[in-house]
């Protein structure tokens, strides 16, 4: 059995610690750390099962400091270790849906599922559906957030980035929607205390 679990913290815990930290400590970040992240990352949920994310992650001084001068010169880029650049391929992902339809099901089933899905997202303009799958990678970067804490890092999300840039700097192709960068390493400072709505503010029984 695999004990290393018990030394992740839980939802809550990790809710509750993580801020956006915006200064890091040096060292590069191990590559089984890192795995571990993504590794929850991976889990997350999208609609029709699509998971249009992709990650590029970015740990070159050269290449996070042209990442740097395409996010407004953000100090947190140059300053984590590692900077994860979370995008979106509708293109890779429609043309490879089988991939991603569920084995558990008959064939006949999971090619009329592929055939649905090709359906509804396929007639939609290339914009509509990257923004589409930008919805989805949303849901990744939560998860990303909570699963870097859990194992002890800390992150700077950022959607202020010029992301005809950022494609750019990491060759990316020019169909792809970038919904955010985050740096990521042990960070150096406090952040901010959590300022949230409180729940009466926002939930409310129909
Ligand atoms: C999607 C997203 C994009 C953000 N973009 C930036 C950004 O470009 N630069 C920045 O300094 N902070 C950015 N933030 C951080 C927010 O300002 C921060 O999460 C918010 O003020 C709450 O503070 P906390 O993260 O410390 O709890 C972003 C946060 C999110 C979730």
């Known amino acids: 059995m695999d004990t290393s679990i018990s030394t992740l913290l839980d939802v809550r815990e990790a809710a509750e610690r993580r801020r956006s930290?915006?200064?890091f400590e040096p060292e590069p970040i191990p590559a089984?750390?890192?795995?571990?992240?993504?590794?929850?990352?991976?889990?997350?949920?999208?609609?029709?099962?699509?998971?249009?994310?992709?990650?590029?992650?970015?740990e070159t001084p050269e290449l996070k400091a042209r990442l740097a001068a395409a996010a407004f010169n953000q100090r947190q880029v140059t300053s984590a270790p590692a900077v994860?650049?979370?995008?979106?391929?509708?293109?890779?992902?429609?043309?490879?849906?089988e991939e991603t339809v569920h084995p558990g099901m008959p064939e006949a089933q999971r090619a009329a599922?592929?055939?649905?899905?090709?359906?509804?997202?396929?007639?939609?303009?290339p914009e509509d559906q990257e923004s589409w799958a930008a919805g989805q990678g949303y849901i990744a970067l939560?998860?990303?957030l909570l699963a870097a804490e859990a194992h002890g890092y800390q992150t700077?999300?950022?959607?202020?980035?010029?992301?005809a840039q950022v494609r750019e700097v990491l060759g990316l192709p020019d169909h792809v929607r970038?919904?955010?960068?985050?740096?990521?390493?042990?960070?150096?400072?406090?952040?901010?205390?959590h300022h949230r709505h409180s729940l009466d503010?926002?939930?409310?029984?129909?």
């Open 21 to 23: 930290i915006r200064a």
């Open 32 to 58: 089984a750390d890192l795995e571990a992240i993504l590794d929850v990352v991976r889990l997350a949920p999208s609609a029709f099962n699509v998971q249009p994310w992709r990650f590029v992650i970015v």
């Open 178 to 193: 970038v919904p955010a960068l985050v740096a990521i390493g042990r960070g150096t400072e406090e952040g901010f205390t």
């Open 201 to 206: 503010r926002i939930v409310r029984a129909a």
């Open 113 to 125: 599922t592929a055939a649905h899905i090709r359906g509804i997202l396929g007639k939609q303009s």
């Open 142 to 144: 939560g998860y990303l």
């Open 156 to 163: 700077s999300p950022m959607t202020g980035f010029d992301a």
């Open 84 to 97: 994860i650049a979370l995008y979106t391929d509708m293109q890779d992902a429609l043309a490879t849906l």
